[in-house]
Nanobody, 117 residues
Framework: QVQLVESGGGLVQPGGSLRLSCAAS????????MGWYRQAPGKQRELVAT???????NYEHSVEGRFTISRDNAKNTVYLQMNSLKPEDSAVYYC???????????WGQGTQVTVSS
């Protein structure tokens, strides 16, 4: 099993920046996809960004050009750099691990991001 712990959330003004981190531990495969999802109150959880073991990235349209997902495989950690934050970015952000081969999935507990003046 794989455990994920997110950190880096907080309160930031519109236009500000935050960097989220997700540290993975346990039985980690070298072949996995990592992603960040978010869920605002009363809304469905949505995919924000993904990154493969090889570094291929994909972004939800509204965050394209503002957010950057990256990973450090030596540290078993994935990051989400969030710039030019908007109030509509406010949500609980969740890290997700997906193992290649059997599609085993693990979720983190989430970290709160609030964008407000």
């Amino acid at each position: 099993q794989v455990q994920l712990v997110e950190s880096g959330g907080g309160l930031v003004q519109p236009g500000g920046s935050l960097r989220l981190s997700c540290a993975a531990s346990g039985t980690i495969s070298r072949f996995n996809d990592m992603g960040w999802y978010r869920q605002a109150p009363g809304k469905q959880r949505e995919l924000v960004a993904t990154i493969s073991s090889g570094g291929t990235t994909n972004y939800e349209h509204s965050v394209e050009g503002r957010f950057t997902i990256s990973r450090d495989n030596a540290k078993n950690t994935v990051y989400l750099q969030m710039n030019s934050l908007k109030p509509e970015d406010s949500a609980v952000y969740y890290c997700r691990y997906q193992r290649i081969g059997d599609s085993y999935i693990s979720w983190g507990q989430g970290t709160q991001v609030t964008v407000s003046s």
